[in-house]
Every structure is written in C-alpha cells, then in structure tokens.
C-alpha cells in the first residue's frame, strides 16, 4: 500500500504527516508544536536531527537535517569551499555551516502555495534526500576538516552514492 492510501479521505496538516511517518519509521521524535516537529534519524556515519516547521505565511515546509561538527581552528576555509563544490551537486536542499551552533546543516522548502497539499512520498522523499546527502558528504567533510585534504581530494569519496537508511 502506498504511504498516501491511508491519508486519501483525510485532509491532514503537513506536520501531522510528518508525525505519521516518523511513527511509521520507527523514529524518535518531539511534536514541538502544531506547526513543528522534530526527530532522529539514524544514518550509517550518524543519527541526524531533522526538524521540520510548517509556516502558514509563505506556505512552505521547511527542513533542517543537522549534525554537531566542530571544525579545527584554521579549516574554515576549505570547509566552505567544501561547501561550495557539495551545493554544487545538490540540485535539492543546500548545505551550509552554522558556525555559533556548530552545526553542519542541510536545508530545503517545499513551497505549497495556493492550498497544494503534500503527500506523504513527498515529505518522506524531502527526509530520504536530506539523509542521504548528509550520508553522501559526510567522509568528505570528515576529510577536509580533520584529514587535512584538500576539497578537490575530499570531493572524490562523495562520487560514489551513499548507502544508508533513512
């Protein structure tokens, strides 16, 4: 059966999908409010924050996947041009260091303008593709931060997939 069967008859609210689907993965999870829901996801290099928030208005689901990273003084820089070259092959969603919270963060809208709702394959796709890029890049930010390679080098191990569960 496919994830949007059961909601046909429903007309639920974006974060009562997440809800549903956070359940239906087994995550661990926090309704923060109405519109916000934050949970766990387990990847194979770590387990992912994803929080996301509904905003009524500029009717658009955001999502944030994140992950604590400190790097050493001095990499700063080869960790944004990291950066730079990963968004560079994200066609959804886009990374970016938060620097006061030392958090890596990987960051998409799903703009539902005009009363569109979102399907359930559509949220669980949005979370799929956030952990599987955090999955994807996350050797090659390893690399450039503490391995001391170059972007260039770093970006290699990304080439293949990542394989992991999200």
């Known amino acids: 059966m496919a994830l949007s069967e059961q909601f046909l008859e429903e007309d639920l609210h974006p974060i009562d999908i997440v809800e549903h689907l956070a359940e239906h993965h087994d995550w661990d999870f926090d309704r923060i409010g109405d519109d916000q829901i934050a949970m766990a996801v ?23 996947c994140s992950f604590e990273m400190e790097p ?7 960790l944004y041009e990291l950066l730079n070259k990963m968004n560079d092959q994200c066609w959804a969603g886009a990374f970016t260091y938060w620097a006061n919270q030392k958090l890596m963060v990987y960051r998409y809208g ?8 979102a399907s359930p394959e559509q949220i669980d796709t949005m979370i799929s593709a956030a952990v599987l890029s955090a999955e994807r890049y996350y050797p090659a930010i390893q690399l ?5 390679r ?5 970006m290699q191990v990304a080439i293949a997939e990542a394989y992991g569960r999200a």
């Open 42 to 64: 387990e990847g194979q290099w770590r387990t992912y924050s994803i929080t996301l928030a509904w905003s009524h208005y500029d009717e658009t689901l955001r999502m944030v």
């Open 72 to 78: 050493p003084a001095g990499r700063e820089n080869e």
């Open 110 to 117: 799903l703009v539902l303008a005009g009363g569109q709702m």
């Open 144 to 148: 450039v931060t503490w391995g001391n």
């Open 150 to 154: 170059t972007p260039e080098e770093a």
